[in-house]
């Protein structure tokens, strides 16, 4: 039997930086998902899963059919074809998924279920002790970026890609998820992921998480317009590489080229409004605000910090445009109840938002703006508030 714990994360600040190569400020969460994977009799590449979360049982393989696009299976069965491809058959085994995570609520669930289960049947299956994956996985930040590879279904390094759950995503989860660390904030930036620094949470803070109850499924009714933020970086970089005649890899890259290269790249979009505001909240999120929250929380200056939790989500709202009035009104009200700071994070159009504040004030904070939002916009189904803390990394559990 085979055990591994895969924490949620929260993006901090980042607002869909990671794929274009920017940076965020991100932690691992004491909540995540759990797979236990052991072993059964039956035909090779057979593997029964199940979920606390859902009645559903998933069979893979044995002439079954693939759960359908929006499925939690489809998170088990793309991690499995994807190893099997990659480094080898899977014996035949039964994985049992527990998650204390709320569902589609920003923290991740979803890429910490994809991999919680490639982590388990790759150790179950002794695939991390063979040359290949010692070889071509031999760091956190290396795992990191093969499991957003499984999911997005990109090529890493020698290892070929193949279809993946439908999302253009980058590894931003999952460098959280994998190289979290307690009490810590870091700065990451990606393609590659690039550790930066950390910042410990000030003492006597904790996050409180308010989950609006919008389902934010990457998997599901707002994959689509999820993927037209990322559809639009690489839009904006294939007008730079067209224009210019450069080959800068992502749009980060192409904007460190140069002290003049955002204003080149804005005046060649700024007709394509859509374009032009995308590329202006890249550009502040990752070059301005990162290094300005991580240097705030490093000086223990929360002041500056939730200026810049605020300028985030100004702009999460005016130009990204990934936001919904639930997830206006709980950043709002976060900070009129007295918290040092407040922003969306996630995919957005749904989803929670942080909140930073006192240990002293926590639970009546949490009891207090929870009441607020239902007082606004009534009952909603998994709506609800969450005390939660920078903690370590993605571990087997003996």
Same mark, same amino acid.
Request: net charge negative.
């Given at each position: ?157 020698e290892l070929t890609g193949r279809p993946g759950v439908g999302t253009f995503g980058g590894s931003e989860d999952h460098t959280a998820m994998l190289c979290g660390r ?28 308010? #989950? ?95 200026? #810049? ?14 936001? #919904? ?38 639970e009546s904070f949490r009891t207090t703006w929870l009441e607020t939002y239902l007082k606004q916009f ?8 969450? #005390? ?11």
């Amino acid at each position: 039997m085979t055990t591994w714990f895969v924490p949620g994360r929260i993006e901090v600040l980042g607002k869909h930086t990671d794929y274009a190569g920017g940076r965020s400020l991100i932690c691992a969460t004491n909540l995540g998902v759990t797979a236990t994977v052991t072993s059964v009799e039956g035909a090779s590449g057979y593997i029964e899963a199940t979920t606390d979360a859902s009645p559903d049982v998933v069979v893979l393989g044995d002439g079954h059919p693939a759960p359908p696009r929006g499925h939690w299976g489809n998170y088990v069965a793309t991690a499995a074809s994807r190893l099997e491809a990659n480094v080898g058959p899977l014996a035949p085994c039964r994985i049992e998924i527990a998650s204390n995570l709320p569902l589609a609520s920003g923290m991740s669930s979803s890429s910490a279920l994809l991999s919680a289960v490639a982590l388990g049947l790759a150790d179950h299956n002794g695939f991390t002790e063979t040359e290949l994956w010692q070889r071509l996985i031999p760091t956190r930040e290396d795992l990191a970026g093969y499991l957003a590879c499984i999911e997005n279904g990109s090529t890493f390094k020698e290892l070929t890609g193949r279809p993946g759950v439908g999302t253009f995503g980058g590894s931003e989860d999952h460098t959280a998820m994998l190289c979290g660390r307690e009490g810590q904030l870091s700065v990451y930036s990606f393609s590659p992921i690039t550790h930066e620094r950390d910042v410990p949470l000030p003492a006597g803070t904790s996050f409180v998480i308010g #989950v609006s109850g919008v389902l934010a499924e990457k998997t599901g009714a707002a994959l689509d317009t999820y993927n037209t933020a990322s559809e639009t970086t690489a839009r904006l970089l294939d007008k730079w590489q067209s224009t210019t005649g450069r080959t800068d890899p992502t749009l980060a890259a192409a904007l460190r080229s140069s002290p003049e290269a955002f204003d080149r790249l804005f005046a060649y979009v700024k007709s394509y409004n859509g374009d032009a505001a995308r590329l202006r909240q890249f550009h502040e999120e990752s070059f301005t605000l990162v290094p300005a929250a991580a240097d705030a929380l490093a000086a223990g200056d929360l002041a500056a910090f939730g200026r #810049v939790g605020d300028r985030s989500m100004q702009l999460a709202v005016s130009d990204l445009r990934n936001q #919904v009035p639930e997830t206006v009104f709980l950043a709002e009200a976060a900070r009129r109840l007295g918290a040092h700071a407040a922003s969306a994070f996630g995919a957005g159009y749904g989803g929670s938002v942080w909140a930073l504040v006192d240990d002293t004030d926590v639970e009546s904070f949490r009891t207090t703006w929870l009441e607020t939002y239902l007082k606004q916009f009534g009952e909603r189904p998994g709506a609800t508030a969450l #005390v939660v803390h920078p903690s370590a990394a993605a571990h087997r559990v003996d």
